[in-house]
């Protein structure tokens, strides 16, 4: 377990999980004599952002997670079954294999359930939050992924007229949370290998992995030293610390520094945007306004404070939605 908490972690894997994850699963499958986990991806309020981002996974690719990870039984966005028979695959593994298969959430979860038909069966419409809700009772682990699905993100937006929710709030269950908006493939890869092998992972206080968001973006941030000596950048474009362009990094749990995006070549500080906090609770709302700084005094006392602790304490008291 700890090596492979160790490998994730190391930068130097990066593009490689596949090394890391795969043959262990092999020998894991091996050894208990048990097949692949089956695995149910429900896609409800969302824009399938994390769906292509898996699809944009380079090790393992997503040919490799099919063969050598799970045994997918339904996911709208990648199956062969259609209509009907893909209906019934999904509604005979929940009841054919209580306990015994994993729920992968992608999208809010809309309380208002004139929003968000997910399919029809024999003349009946179910909603997405009628199906996380008989779904949810039915799995071994549930996995919330992209951070609609973790804390209701762009799609509980102000006004929120669907009154979309994250999944735990709407199932009443835990969840493992992978935010991001889009979440990285290997969040998503290595939160999923680690359930597979070891059950659930240690949690920080929102649900996620410390393996992947135990870290601020700002702790391993490459513009750190222009923090530490209180150089900031005045526009967009300059090499200095963005913190004062609105960089939300300080507050922001993610290894996006160290792992980085776009087949591991680049992120978004190192391509001149601040961070604007896609995997914290809150997101996009209390987030924003993305290109002005975390606020530098208290709204009630007017004392100076560490912008870091103001927002994260309020992120906190208010159980992680602000």
């Not at 419409?125 to 009628?130: F, G, I, P, Q, V």
């Not at 602790?309 to 939605?321: E, F, M, N, P, Q």
């Amino acid at each position: 377990m700890d090596l492979y908490i160790q490998l994730c972690q190391d930068p130097q894997y990066g593009g490689r999980l596949a090394s890391v994850v795969l043959p262990r699963l092999r020998e894991f499958f091996a050894d208990k004599d048990s097949r692949k986990p089956p695995v149910i991806w429900l896609e409800t309020t969302g824009c399938s952002g994390n769906s292509v981002s898996l699809w944009n996974a380079i090790g393992p690719d997503l040919g490799q997670i099919l063969e050598d990870m799970i045994d997918l039984r339904y996911w709208n966005f990648l199956m062969a079954a259609q209509d009907d028979r893909a209906i019934e695959l999904l509604h005979n593994t929940a009841a054919g294999r209580k306990n015994r298969f994993i729920l992968v959430v992608e999208g809010a979860i809309a309380l208002n359930e004139r929003y968000t038909v997910v399919h029809r069966r024999a003349g009946k419409d179910y909603s997405a939050l009628e199906m996380v809700r008989f779904l949810g009772r039915s799995a071994q682990h549930v996995m919330a992924v992209g951070t609609c699905a973790s804390f209701g993100g762009p799609s509980a937006a102000h006004p929120n007229p669907s009154r979309s929710v994250g999944l735990e709030e709407a199932i009443n269950r835990k969840v493992i949370k992978a935010s991001g908006c889009p979440a990285h493939p290997d969040w998503i890869i290595g939160t999923l290998g680690y359930i597979l092998m070891f059950g659930e992972p240690e949690l920080d206080e929102h649900g996620r992995p410390r393996i992947f968001y135990g870290e601020t973006v700002h702790r391993r941030c490459t513009r750190r030293s222009f923090f530490e000596r209180g150089i900031f950048a005045q526009s967009l474009g300059d090499p200095e610390c963005m913190l004062r362009l609105g960089c939300k990094g300080p507050v922001t749990g993610a290894d996006c520094p160290t792992r980085q995006w776009n087949s591991y070549v680049s992120w978004p500080v190192e391509a001149n945007t601040p961070c604007i906090g896609c995997t914290n609770p809150g997101f996009p709302d209390q987030m924003e306004p993305f290109f002005e700084p975390l606020p530098e005094r208290d709204e009630q006392t007017a004392n100076p404070v560490n912008p870091c602790h103001l927002v994260k304490s309020r992120i906190t008291r208010r159980g992680g939605r602000l």
